[in-house]
């Protein structure tokens, strides 16, 4: 397969481990059921390229203020080619954010760094705000050993990492590894993460 197109959220690792494994260059792309080709990457995979020239995207904070690049917001978009059901100003439920840097591929397309989360699947920081979980996801997907992980935030505000191993690979130093990379990956909750081994993560009605 020369190429296969995922809709995803991809760290580094899961990219590099679907590539080797389909011998095939792996491009994201988004696209909500309510309108598809929002986005695309190319092959500089630097984020994903916006299509302008058919929605009018946003990405607003709990105020309906716009975020600054980087910075994770509520996604609303505009669709420019629809004309039988207008979609304006519609809120998906996801949260993304933007790069404010042109792509070298030399398309004028904007950039996103893709979607965080749902707005529902966001955990509580200890600072009381919204906690976007991607970076704790990425972090997890990166190591060979996690076959398959799971983000929950118990009552008393510390974050499980379910993480299904792989036998093979997993040990006490491994996980301590992964941890380590987790409070790394957001700092001001490093007291409140931890490591939990399953045998299998509890999947809700999708």
Same mark, same amino acid.
């Given at each position: 397969?020369?190429? $296969?197109?995922?809709? /995803?959220?991809?760290? !580094?690792?899961?990219?590099?481990?679907?590539?080797?494994?389909? /011998?095939?260059?792996?491009?994201?792309?988004?696209?909500?059921?309510?309108?598809?080709?929002? #986005?695309?990457?190319?092959?500089?995979? @630097?984020?994903?390229?916006?299509?302008?020239?058919?929605?009018?995207?946003?990405?607003? !904070?709990?105020?309906?203020? =716009?975020?600054?690049?980087?910075? %994770?917001?509520?996604?609303?978009?505009?669709?420019?080619?629809? +004309?039988? $059901? =207008?979609?304006?100003? +519609?809120?998906?439920? !996801?949260? #993304?954010? +933007? *790069?404010?840097?042109?792509? =070298?591929?030399?398309?004028?397309? =904007?950039? $996103?760094?893709?979607? #965080?989360?749902?707005?529902?699947?966001?955990?509580?920081?200890?600072?009381?705000?919204?906690?976007?979980?991607?970076?704790?996801?990425?972090?997890?997907?990166? !190591?060979?050993?996690?076959?398959?992980?799971?983000?929950?935030?118990?009552?008393?505000?510390?974050?499980?990492?379910? *993480?299904?191993?792989?036998?093979?690979? %997993?040990?006490?130093?491994?996980?301590?590894?992964?941890?380590?990379?987790?409070?790394? /990956?957001?700092?001001?909750?490093?007291?409140?993460? @931890?490591?939990?081994? *399953?045998? @299998?993560?509890?999947?809700?009605?999708?």
């Amino acid at each position: 397969i020369p190429r $296969m197109f995922v809709l /995803a959220t991809l760290s !580094d690792g899961l990219r590099r481990r679907l590539e080797e494994a389909f /011998a095939s260059e792996v491009f994201n792309r988004f696209g909500p059921h309510e309108m598809e080709g929002v #986005g695309f990457e190319c092959h500089e995979h @630097r984020g994903i390229h916006l299509a302008i020239d058919s929605v009018h995207p946003e990405f607003l !904070d709990e105020e309906d203020r =716009p975020v600054g690049p980087g910075e %994770w917001g509520r996604l609303i978009l505009t669709d420019l080619d629809s +004309y039988t $059901m =207008p979609l304006i100003r +519609y809120e998906l439920g !996801d949260i #993304g954010s +933007y *790069v404010d840097q042109p792509c =070298p591929c030399g398309r004028r397309f =904007p950039l $996103m760094n893709g979607i #965080g989360c749902r707005m529902r699947d966001r955990l509580v920081g200890i600072d009381g705000r919204p906690l976007v979980p991607r970076p704790l996801i990425s972090a997890a997907q990166d !190591d060979d050993a996690v076959r398959f992980v799971q983000i929950a935030q118990a009552p008393d505000g510390s974050i499980e990492v379910r *993480v299904v191993p792989d036998a093979a690979q %997993w040990s006490a130093g491994r996980a301590a590894t992964l941890l380590e990379r987790l409070r790394t /990956a957001v700092p001001a909750e490093r007291d409140r993460l @931890r490591v939990v081994t *399953v045998d @299998r993560v509890h999947l809700e009605p999708n």
